[in-house]
């Protein structure tokens, strides 16, 4: 069984960038491909961005790329998702997921999920 909790939202201006992390415990960190979510009031939830274990490979919704950044440490069993140029349409609640199959934007591949973080973007 693998634990996720995300850390790193608040309430930011727009324009403004926040660094979340994700800390996994109970399982192979590196062996998971971990994922980004969020899902904003009145919305589904949706992708955001995904790594593979070893962090060769990435996946970014269109929203998002050139805006935000996915990283891993293995070495410390986290996951940090960078955002700069946060907008307003970027308020959500983010969540972290894990996964162990290579299907980044298909939510039912991952098994494991935290409970999010709140990001607000003000205009």
């Known amino acids: 069984q693998v634990q996720l909790v995300e850390s790193g939202g608040g309430l930011v201006q727009a324009g403004a960038s926040l660094r979340l992390s994700c800390a996994a415990s109970?399982?192979?960190?590196?062996?998971?491909?971990m994922g980004w979510f969020r899902q904003a009031p009145g919305k589904e939830r949706e992708f955001v961005v995904a790594?593979?274990?070893?962090?060769?490979?990435?996946k970014y919704a269109d929203s998002v790329k050139d805006r935000f950044t996915i990283s891993r440490d293995n070495t410390k069993n986290t996951v940090h998702l960078q955002m700069n140029s946060l907008k307003p349409e970027d308020t959500a609640v983010y969540y972290c997921?894990?996964?162990?199959?290579?299907?980044?934007?298909?939510?039912?591949?991952?098994?494991?999920w935290g409970r999010g973080t709140q990001v607000t973007v003000s205009s």
């Open positions: 790594i593979r274990g070893n962090g060769d490979n990435t």
């Open positions: 109970g399982g192979t960190f590196s062996s998971l491909i």
């Open positions: 997921a894990a996964s162990r199959y290579w299907l980044p934007m298909t939510q039912n591949s991952y098994l494991y």
